[in-house]
């Protein structure tokens, strides 16, 4: 019996194509509207978090606007250590310079910091060593550099022991950072070169005063201690003033910046499913329609037997199947267009979850179940002897 | 069997009631042909609708083969005009999209019979009104004559207690009317009970026996 209805249901509809196309087309503009739009807030989440999440979760970054005339020193933020929850402490800077080898010049990033730098970032090392205290301690002229400045200057990574020279000054390779894989898929293009803090404040004939130094806990649980810790202590050292520093969680940026696409997500999945909803209204109103340009059949139909749930199924079954052939051409362009946007679209990513589309198909269903059970109670209902009365 | 007493039946037509049955009374035995004839307005039609399950009355009682319609539910109806009653159209209702096979076959399928079991019957019915070579024509493309035909098979393809046929030879010229009525006479003579409904004496004549309906009320006439 279904599939005689669903024989019928066919039929149905590929006896007026334009118009089962047309209803169609407001399940379709629906179903791409709410998978591609959902698809590419997945793509921007997951871009911001890899990169957010690249930068480790367990540290904080402690930057310093004012420091009323009585700047934190290096020894100051390395006995932070001393405080039971805080791991280590690693102050840095950034600076710009040129980097020279033999005839091979390149501009160059900075970073003066101290050895406690590479368990924090999580950095990993191909060749070499890190910086050591014994290295910040006694300004060693020594660099790590990453593996773009070795493969530009060198056309090698195997260059430790090398000497090399930043702003004129003569430096000894110690250590090759591995490629590194940013979060958008491409290897950093960046030259980038990190020498002891106290070597980066002589360059730039700075104090050792420490301006923004990252903080690491234990583990990630006790973040928020050290967080509560370590604000006390500014909050003292600088004379009270809280608006003097910062301290910024890098998994509190994590939960707002989720929250934000999350918010996104519901937005635009929100205004897709209306348009979803207004195809449902399509799909009713030419129900309707179809109703009552089959009175005819239905009366005959009645006439020899049909019951109510008979006529009742086939015009759902045939509502049903208007949402969710609308829905799978829906899903195939989808397919389409997130593969296009990820092909040509150089800024913009997609990223295509089955969630999404369970939720585009079940929401189709719901919408053609919805939209077909009155125009098909309406059949349903008619009494046999009008209905075979009714003439077009 | 039909056993029908006392129907009434009254609508409202623009404001006004009309008593489309009135106390109406008769008997209809197992194998008979019995034509009912009036005029248009006589309430003939109403006694069809009462008849075939279609309609209930306001008043009175009917027993189709003994049990009392009255009481049936729309569903239950359906389920005794599937089962007990064939109808045949003046103006045929085919299902234009199904081809005449299909058209034969639906009221089995309403029936649940297993598919092999509907092939043979179907094949069994489009023979008895020789249309089998027809069978995937759609209604379209069939004549008159051969529509009616297949509303026929369609009608007798259940095995019904009557077979129920409202001006079946109106809508056709006199030689195809001839034809059908010479079918319905084939379908008696192997046992089929016919209810004949209709305004043409002619027609009429060629039943057993004659339910002549006037103002809703029953006046039968033996031949």
């Known amino acids: 019996m279904i599939l005689q209805s669903v024989k019928m249901a066919v039929d149905s509809i590929f006896s007026n194509k334009l118009r089962s196309f047309l209803t169609m087309l407001g399940m379709i503009i629906g179903v791409v509207s709410l998978v591609v739009l959902v698809s590419i807030v997945n793509g921007a989440t997951s871009d911001v978090t890899d990169s957010i999440a690249s930068m480790g979760t367990n540290y904080l970054m402690v930057q310093v606007q004012d420091d009323k005339g009585n700047p934190l020193t290096l020894s100051e933020v390395q006995a932070l250590t001393e405080k039971d929850s805080v791991w280590e402490t690693a102050p840095y800077a950034q600076g710009n310079g040129t980097i020279k080898y033999e005839r091979n010049s390149e501009s160059v990033t900075l970073y003066g910091t101290t050895g406690a730098y590479y368990d924090i970032r999580g950095l990993s090392l191909a060749r070499g060593r890190f910086l050591k205290n014994t290295d910040v301690n006694q300004n060693t002229f020594v660099a790590v550099i990453n593996a773009t400045a070795a493969e530009e200057l060198f056309g090698r990574t195997n260059v430790t022991g090398e000497t090399l020279s930043i702003d004129g000054y003569h430096f000894t390779v110690i250590g090759v950072l591995e490629e590194e894989e940013s979060a958008v898929g491409n290897v950093s293009e960046r030259l980038e070169a990190y020498i002891p803090y106290t070597v980066l404040s002589k360059i730039n004939g700075r104090s050792r005063r420490v301006e923004s130094f990252y903080v690491s806990s234990e583990d990630e649980n006790s973040m928020d201690l050290v967080e509560s810790e370590i604000t006390a202590y500014l909050y003292e050292r600088l004379s009270g003033d809280e608006d003097a520093f910062s301290v910024i969680n890098s998994s509190t940026i994590m939960e707002t910046m989720s929250s934000v696409t999350n918010t996104m997500k519901w937005m635009l999945g929100g205004i897709a499913a209306i348009s979803l909803l207004v195809g449902g209204i399509g799909i009713m109103n030419i129900m309707l329609v179809s109703v009552t340009e089959r009175t005819r059949e239905i009366g005959i139909r009645k006439a020899i037997g049909a019951r109510k749930q008979t006529i009742l199924i086939q015009f759902l079954i045939e509502a049903l199947l208007v949402s969710i052939i609308g829905c799978l051409i829906g899903l195939l362009l989808s397919v389409l267009i997130v593969f296009m946007i990820n092909h040509i679209g150089d800024s913009v990513s997609a990223s295509l979850s089955g969630d999404v589309v369970m939720i585009a198909v079940g929401f189709s269903m719901l919408i053609g179940v919805v939209f077909g059970i009155y125009p098909a109670y309406k059949a349903a209902d008619m009494r046999p002897i009008e209905a075979l009365r009714y003439t077009n | ?138 209604p379209m493309e069939l004549s008159g004559g051969q529509q009616q035909r297949v509303a026929i098979a369609r009608a007798l393809v259940t095995n019904p207690s009557i077979i129920l046929a409202d001006e079946p030879t109106g809508n056709l010229d006199t030689k195809t009317g001839e034809e059908i009525m010479e079918l319905f006479h084939a379908l008696h003579a192997k046992g089929n009970t016919i209810v004949l409904i209709t305004h043409d004496e002619h027609v009429a004549d060629q039943a057993e026996r004659k339910i002549r309906i006037l103002d809703g009320k029953v006046q039968e006439v033996e031949l």
């Open chain 2, 1 to 138: 069997m039909i056993k029908i007493e006392n129907l009434c039946k009254t609508y409202e037509v623009g404001g006004e009631i009309v008593k489309a049955l009135d106390y109406a009374t008769l008997q209809i035995d197992d194998g008979e042909f019995v034509s009912i004839i009036g005029p248009s307005g006589s309430g003939k039609s109403t006694l069809m609708n009462m008849i075939g399950c279609l309609d209930v009355a306001d008043e009175g009682a009917y027993y189709l083969d003994g049990a009392a319609i009255e009481e049936y539910s729309d569903d239950q109806l359906a389920g005794i005009r599937n089962d007990k009653i064939g109808f045949v159209f003046q103006n045929f209702n085919l299902l234009s999209k199904l081809t005449a096979w299909e058209n034969v076959e639906l009221p089995l399928i309403y029936q649940r019979v297993a598919k092999k079991e509907r092939e043979d019957r179907v094949s069994d019915a489009l023979e008895q009104v020789k249309l089998l070579e027809r069978k995937s024509h759609k």
